[in-house]
Nanobody, 123 residues
Framework: QVQLVESGGGLVQAGGSLRLSCAAS????????MGWFRQAPGKEREFVAG????????YYSDSVKGRFTISRDSAKNTVYLQMNSLKPEDTAVYYC????????????????WGQGTQVTVSL
C-alpha cells in the first residue's frame, strides 16, 4: 500500500532551520490528510502540523505555530515541514503520517506512517 519515507532530519543549532520531506510511494487519496508528529524520549507522541491534500487546509500545534510551515506538492506526492527558529525542545523523532482523518491531531486515525527522522537541536 502507501509507503512514506521521511528525510531531512539532522543536527542543527538553536535558532537554525531545517526542512523535512515526506515522500509517498504512490498517488495519495484525495481525502487524505498528511500529518507530522514527533516523539521525544520519555514523552508521548504529539501532533505538530497537518495539511489536507484537497484544499491545503493547515493546522498547527501551539508550540510550533509561527515557526513551522507545512506544505505539499501533489505532483511529487511529497509533504514538507519547514522548521525555523528551532529550539532544543524541538528535539525529537519526527514522523510523517497519512490517512483519511476527521481530526488533524488524532494520531490513531492515520493509516500510514513513516519510519521517522531524527531532529536534534543543540544549544
Amino acid at each position: 500500500q502507501v509507503q512514506l519515507v521521511e528525510s531531512g532530519g539532522g543536527l542543527v543549532q538553536a535558532g537554525g532551520s531545517l526542512r523535512l520531506s515526506c515522500a509517498a510511494s504512490e498517488r495519495t487519496l484525495s481525502r487524505f490528510t498528511m500529518g507530522w508528529f514527533r516523539q521525544a524520549p520519555g514523552k508521548e507522541r504529539e501532533f505538530v502540523a497537518g495539511i489536507t491534500w484537497n484544499g491545503g487546509r493547515t493546522y498547527y500545534s501551539d508550540s510550533v505555530k509561527g515557526r513551522f510551515t507545512i506544505s505539499r506538492d501533489s505532483a511529487k506526492n511529497t509533504v514538507y515541514l519547514q522548521m525555523n527558529s528551532l529550539k532544543p525542545e524541538d528535539t525529537a523523532v519526527y514522523y510523517c503520517a497519512a490517512g483519511s482523518v476527521y481530526y488533524f491531531t488524532a494520531s490513531r486515525e492515520y493509516d500510514y506512517w513513516g519510519q521517522g527522522t531524527q531532529v536534534t537541536v543543540s544549544l
